[in-house]
């Protein structure tokens, strides 16, 4: 059966999500500066010094990974959508009137504000105030 939230629950959940999907960003970011520092490095004609610090480099990619791989798990065990960790969004699913909605938030917003159709996306979100 799946979960669903009320939005005082998925409220309270963004206590815990806010810094998880700030780190996620975070490591990804980390992982885009990495893989460029491989391609400087590979383009710059690579010796054996070259391919220890390339190893080295994989090494902390591999570490980053994992733990973003953690983080993901993580939010899924919590029964939370990962759409986009560029823009940290993410919904939650809930019922408006015994039908299933997508509680909607992201990166920057306050508490969840936001809500969209189960079989719709981000473009189509609404103020929780127009929730019908």
């Known amino acids: 059966m799946a979960r669903y939230y009320r939005l005082d629950e998925a409220n309270e959940r963004l206590a815990e999500l806010r810094p998880l999907l700030e780190k996620l960003l975070d490591d990804r970011n980390s992982v885009a500066e990495l893989q460029l520092n491989i391609r400087d490095i590979r383009s710059n004609n690579g010796s054996a010094d070259h391919a220890a610090e390339i190893g ?73 105030t127009e929730l019908v």
């Open 56 to 128: 080295r480099i994989e090494d902390e990619m591999r570490v980053i990974v994992g733990r973003m791989k953690d983080a993901v798990d993580l939010v899924d065990e919590w029964g939370v959508a990962l759409r986009d960790i560029g823009t940290g969004l993410i919904d939650f699913p809930a019922l408006a009137n015994g039908r299933p909605i997508w509680l909607c938030w992201r990166l920057g917003e306050g508490d969840i504000g936001w809500w969209h159709e189960a079989d719709q996306g981000f473009d189509t979100r609404q103020r929780l």
